[in-house]
């Protein structure tokens, strides 16, 4: 019989009772007895700026194509007909144009990007009912079981083909046991490709590999592991663990164990739910214009550290006014990708402004992020301001030292307040601050 994503119903977690299994902890457990392999895929848009300009733009195709800022000078990505030459990510641009004079320049048009990481995103979740979205264009999605049903291959497969053919949006993809061999599938399928590693066929994939293709092996820990003369993945499996641990301390435990092809086939599942917030209840309800923009002003400024703590980027923010009669309201809007103070004022105090009822006196204020994703990238999605990010980060250091009352900027308020820290689950260790 044959199955096609098409004709499958969609599924969504809550239409599928059983596969919420999966988040209790036995799930894992389980699954070992009945010594089922898990099987995870791994999917990642293909010159994913570069895409998406594409699309606007389709005359690019096919040619050397290069995304960045001339302001900042540097590569966001490039086309594989770029690649070619050895342009790269994070290269500076002046160095590309050396390697490739012909190439198309074109700058970063942001809200796009996070558009269409969104549209991916909503079509993975409707297809598939444990997914993680681990980058902007990266996603594991966890195929075990499904493998009964239509072939963990086929689906993840099919899964490729309908995201392109909704989004025009390439996407290789890779199926392992593992979530960092499917990766490695997926890098090695690249580009428009797919790749399974079967169970049992693990080492045979990993072995001829180069050492800085393991995903975390970065320019200092190949050259160690190359200066004693592990220049592959089977060089590193066949190195005692002791040996290499005196060369490389603690990471060495881990690295080896990937060189054997163990790894984690964890999905985090309950990313979508994850939130960060502040909220401030006032000893006198307020009705000071100045008063609550400045509360807000703080409460974004403090819930932004806290992304940025955790290395993340949100996409939605929701401003909560309770008033003195407690009547509730909370407005929600998503939003380019960010974990920039300026940009998430300004949102904010928007989403205030379009709420709040002038002249009832509030209560309470609040300031929640959701829908994150981590800030893999230089945040070149936002070209120059990654100089504004390594600003606030360099704020934020401030802050860890000296603590964040120490810091403030002239708008925020400086007045006693009964705050009230709301973090779920994400954020519990950050309680302590
Ligand atoms: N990005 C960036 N700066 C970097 C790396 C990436 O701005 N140093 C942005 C541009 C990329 C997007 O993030 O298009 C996704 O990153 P990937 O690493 O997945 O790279 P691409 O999707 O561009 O190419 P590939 O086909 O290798 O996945
Ligand atoms: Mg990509």
Redesign the pocket.
């Known amino acids: 019989m044959h199955y096609s994503i098409e004709n499958l119903p969609t599924y969504r977690l809550t239409d599928l009772p059983t596969y919420r299994l999966t988040d209790l902890p036995t799930y894992r457990t389980f699954t070992l007895m009945a010594e089922a392999k898990p099987y995870i895929a791994h999917f ?9 300009e594409i699309i606007n733009n389709p005359s690019l195709k096919g040619k050397p194509v290069i ?2 800022g001339y302001e900042r000078g ?5 086309s ?1 007909e770029a ?1 070619k030459y050895g342009v790269h ?2 290269m500076p641009m002046k160095k590309a144009l050396q390697l490739c004079p012909h190439a198309i320049v074109t700058h ?1 048009s942001s809200g796009q ?1 996070s558009k269409y990481s969104r549209w991916v995103t909503e079509i993975i979740a409707s297809k598939v009912p444990l997914f993680e979205k681990a ?4 996603f594991y999605v966890d195929l075990s079981g499904m493998d009964k049903f239509f072939g963990a291959s086929k689906y993840a497969q099919e899964l490729r083909k309908i995201i392109t053919k909704e989004t025009g949006l ?1 996407i ?1 993809g890779g199926l392992s046991s593992a979530r960092f061999i499917s990766k490695m599938a ?2 090695e399928a ?2 428009n490709g797919f790749l399974q590693v079967p169970p049992g066929k693990e080492k045979e994939f990993l072995w001829p590999l180069a050492v800085e293709k393991i995903n975390g092996v970065g320019k200092q820990t190949e050259q160690q592991l190359k200066n004693i003369g592990l220049y592959t993945i089977e060089d590193i499996a066949k190195t005692p663990l002791n040996v290499l641990e005196a060369y490389l301390g603690k990471w060495a435990e881990s690295l080896w164990q990937k060189s054997q092809g163990i790894g984690s086939a964890e999905i985090e599942t309950n990313w979508e739910q994850k939130s960060m917030s502040h909220e401030n209840t006032f000893d006198k309800d307020n009705t000071d214009i100045s008063f609550l923009q400045s509360e807000l002003v703080r409460l974004t400024e403090k819930t932004a550290y806290a992304l940025r703590q955790d290395e993340l980027m949100t996409g939605c923010v929701t401003v909560k006014i309770r008033y003195s009669d407690f009547e509730t309201t909370s407005r929600q809007e998503t939003i380019d990708y960010t974990a920039l103070d300026d940009v998430l004022i300004a949102k904010v105090k928007d989403l205030f402004n379009k709420s709040y009822q002038k002249g009832r006196p509030v209560r309470l204020l609040g300031v929640r992020f959701n829908q994150f994703i981590p800030i ?6 936002f070209d120059n301001n990654v100089e504004k990010l390594n600003l606030f980060k360099a704020v934020d250091d401030i802050k860890d030292r000296f603590g964040t009352k120490f810091i403030s900027k002239a708008v925020s308020s400086k007045g006693k307040d009964s705050e009230h820290k709301k973090f779920t689950q994400h954020n519990k260790k950050k309680e302590a601050e």
């Open positions: 990642d848009l293909d010159s994913f700026f570069v895409s998406v995304v960045g540097v590569v966001s990505t490039c594989y690649r990510s994070a970063s990007y980058s902007i264009d990266e390439p290789s997926t890098n690249k580009p893999t990238m230089q945040m070149s999605l």
